[in-house]
């Protein structure tokens, strides 16, 4: 391999016999990949495919999508670099990483794109197609010229593969075969399991002819050989055997998965990126549970279905992002006033309006908690994992059910998309809740019967002997009866806050990363937990007196935070939501807009607390967060 670009690519890969005698295999503990190309060319499927064989092989694996803006934009441009991310460990890994280590490039203007985000380590290795350097196009030559000088500011170490040359060989069309050759190298590189793969490229085009399935193997096995005879090195990452079975699934797939589990009877939706895969995996599978996936002729007719099915007595809930959540909120209010349960996942993308549609951010929490008119008191909690994307929505629905309420899950576009292993969970009667007791209603019981200790009434669905009421979202009293008098509204406000006022007290105060006291917590929700761990992590290494808080329930908060906070000097809160910079000129004490937790944090427990958040579409890093450490640490501390 060399360090020094050049307008064609250097020969680096040694001849096939010299490669066999002076091979090195480098061992680490952990390695990022990432593989790049222009969209359509299969860059992200065979980064998915290389980290689901990873996670199935033993290692620790994240996983994350790198989309484009555009649904298909011009080829061979920087801002067109699609693919996939794939950080392996030996251990648990719970978060994409800082850089990666070694990239499978399918052109240099996606490199370039990956360069210029400063994505890559500065050593990285970088296997890259190596036909744009002699191609008949003068133009293409010249940009590949400029972009390799451009590229030389770092000593990455560059690779030139034949891919357009190999897949010629096997098809007529190399684009769409240089993912699976791209494959077959990163299989060698790491020693991954050819028949594992294999198995997983037949469940992959399982709906497909025979032949496609017997072309990709066939580009798989060239890739293999290709890097057999030229590559001088291999890495291995070493793998923990685990007595617990593991599941390997995205979170997408884990909110589809735990709506099952949790007995959920109806998903009805419209599709919304990064939503809509969810209802993919659902309807692949959910009939065989007796469930039903109803595709909506939009975002309102969606929750309003949802909404009904639920009112009918039927488990139902919606899936959405941003957008679509602002359509919902009419709907969600008559929910919260009729008090139906009913689950809304909302898989938060960059906003507001169209926004990023394929990027990451935290930007609909306060939406999320008081998007709706009037007192909507209702329940909102963010998975951190994909592990908690499946337990949410059980979660969720045995909290909507208990409290005749809406529960909002806010999951991401990094978990969505992502893959990560987990222990196959264990079920449980605690993923169900009681189905709605149908028997006739006892006379005189009220639909609005509330208890004056818990603020919930009795549910009570169409078609049961005497339970019939008419249903309104107008306010009203316990009768169902339009209220006409103040102490009517005031009563139901009441009874719907006190709802979450006892349902708060069944919480658990949330456990400090760390130690109990210190210099700075930092406290986030959402995806970040894995990146703010690490970097929090590093930073106790370093001596620094830092310690992390995770919140999973947003609305209500979890109790003790107040105390909690008081025993550090600084609390700051990490987000991928936007905040002023309190050095801008322009913004005060008094202007500035904060993250949207720690607003919240602001308001529930009378103590500063302070942000550092970023929007840049994409998950943060650990070396981010370190370095917001660093520069956060309160005046005089230890170290």
């Known amino acids: 391999m060399t360090t020094a670009p050049s307008p064609s690519p250097p020969a680096s890969a040694a001849a096939p016999s010299e490669a066999r005698r002076e091979r090195t295999v480098l061992s680490l503990p952990e390695h990022t990949v990432e593989i790049v190309s222009d969209p359509g060319e299969g860059a ?3 980064g998915q495919i290389f980290g689901r064989v990873s996670a199935k092989m033993g290692n620790g694996v994240w996983t994350v999508e790198i989309i484009p803006a555009e649904i298909q934009p011009p080829a061979r441009q920087p ?7 794939v950080r392996i460990g030996t251990g648990p890994v719970t978060n994409w990483g800082d850089h990666a280590n070694l990239v499978v490039a399918f052109n240099e203007q996606v490199l370039l794109h990956r360069h210029r985000l400063d994505a890559l380590a500065k050593d990285a290795i970088i296997l890259i197609e190596n036909m744009w350097a002699t191609h008949d196009d003068p133009d293409i030559r010249q940009a590949w010229t400029d972009a390799m000088e451009e590229l030389g500011s770092a000593s990455y170490q560059f690779v030139p593969v034949p891919m357009e040359e190999e897949c010629l060989a096997v098809i007529d069309n190399p684009r769409r075969g240089k993912n699976m050759f791209a494959l077959g190298l990163l299989a060698w590189i790491y020693s991954r399991d050819l028949e594992k793969i294999k198995g997983l490229i037949a469940q992959e085009f399982r709906k497909k002819a025979e032949a496609i399935y017997d072309t990709n193997v066939t580009l798989l096995e060239r890739g293999w050989r290709w890097a ?6 291999r890495i291995d990452v070493p793998r923990v055997e685990s007595n617990r079975p593991m599941v390997v699934m995205n979170g997408n797939q884990a909110v589809a998965i735990g709506g099952i589990a949790a007995g959920m009877e109806l998903c009805a939706m419209y599709p919304i990126t990064p939503a809509t895969s969810a209802s993919h995996h659902l309807s692949d599978i959910f009939e065989r549970f007796g469930g039903v996936v109803h595709q909506a002729e939009d975002e309102i007719a969606a929750v309003g279905v949802a909404l009904g099915a639920s009112f009918a007595g039927k488990v139902a809930f919606t899936i959405t992002s941003g957008p679509g959540l602002a359509l919902k909120t009419e709907f969600i209010g008559l929910a919260i006033m009729t008090e139906t349960p009913l689950v809304v996942v909302d898989v938060q993308r960059g906003g507001p309006s169209t926004g990023l549609p394929t990027k ?9 908690i008081f998007g709706q008119p009037g007192d909507a008191p209702h329940v909102v909690l963010a998975p951190a994992t994909m592990e908690e994307c499946f337990l949410c929505m059980t979660t969720a629905r045995r909290v909507a059910e208990a409290l005749r309420t809406v529960v909002i899950v806010l999951s991401d576009a990094n978990l969505a998309t992502g893959v990560q292993p987990f222990p196959r969970p264990d079920p449980s009667e605690q993923w169900f809740a009681q189905p709605p007791d149908l028997a006739p209603v006892r006379e005189g019981l009220r639909p609005y019967d509330w208890d004056p200790q818990r603020g919930v009434s009795p549910r009570v669905v169409p078609g049961q002997p005497g339970g019939m009421f008419t249903a309104t979202g107008l306010s009203h009293d316990e009768w169902s009866h339009v209220g006409y008098t103040p102490d009517v509204h005031e009563r139901g406000c009441r009874m719907r806050s006190r709802k979450l006022a006892v349902f708060q007290q069944m919480l658990k105060p949330p456990v400090v990363n760390g130690e109990p006291t210190g210099d700075l ?8 937990l894995g990146a703010i761990e690490e970097a929090v992590g590093r930073a106790r290494q370093e001596g620094l007196a830092v310690s992390s808080l995770h919140l999973r329930f947003l609305s209500p908060l979890e109790p003790g935070l107040a105390e909690i906070f008081r025993r550090f000097r600084k609390v700051m809160t990490i987000e991928i939501n936007y905040s002023d910079d309190p050095g801008d000129p322009f913004v005060t004490a008094e202007n500035r807009r904060r993250g949207q937790l720690a607003w919240l944090l602001r308001a529930q427990t009378l103590v500063d607390v302070d942000c550092w958040t970023r929007v840049p579409g994409e998950p943060l890093r650990p070396g981010q967060i370190l370095q917001a450490i660093h520069d956060s640490m309160p005046q005089g501390a230890s170290r």
């Open 44 to 46: 992200q499927k065979c």
């Open 79 to 85: 801002s067109s670099a699609s693919g996939n991310r």
């Open 228 to 233: 057999e005879d030229h590559l001088d090195f």
């Open 360 to 368: 990451v951010e935290q930007g609909d929490l306060l939406a999320a």
């Open 521 to 528: 917590l930092v406290v986030g929700w959402g995806s970040t």
